[in-house]
């Protein structure tokens, strides 16, 4: 007995305390009179990004000013990293000639 009294003491205070919301916004009024906090957020602009190939579009960004121009060393469209291209191997006296210098003759078993 003493639990039901108990739940129904619950159920109606969280009737009283929702009636306000009821047909209204789903957000609870303490809730809407929270303001963000100032100076915290950095300056979000629009900058204009140029591609190696001249390709130019607009984002927002917190990089450098309004209006200032980001120009991309990397283009997303014509490097490895993102097409999934294959790497050349360029060595220019370095270790993989040193490594064919000294066991270039070897065969490994092979014949």
């Known amino acids: ?5 108990h739940c129904a003491k619950s ?3 969280r009737r009283q305390r929702d009636a306000p ?4 916004s789903s957000v609870p009024l303490s809730c809407k009179d929270k303001k963000m906090k100032k100076d915290i957020h950095p300056d979000y602009h629009t900058i204009k990004v140029v591609l ?3 390709t130019e579009y607009f984002t927002r960004s917190t990089w450098g000013n ?11 469209k014509t490097h490895p990293a993102w ?9 220019r ?19």
């Open 1 to 5: 007995m003493l639990l039901r009294a």
């Open 21 to 24: 919301l009821r047909g209204k």
């Open 83 to 91: 097409t999934g291209g294959s790497q050349q191997l360029l060595d």
């Open 11 to 13: 159920a109606a205070k």
């Open 66 to 76: 309004e209006g200032d121009t980001l120009n991309l060393d990397i283009d997303p």
């Open 52 to 54: 190696t190939d001249g």
């Open 93 to 111: 006296g370095g270790r993989l000639s040193r490594f064919n210098s000294r066991f270039g003759n070897l065969s490994f078993g092979k014949k």
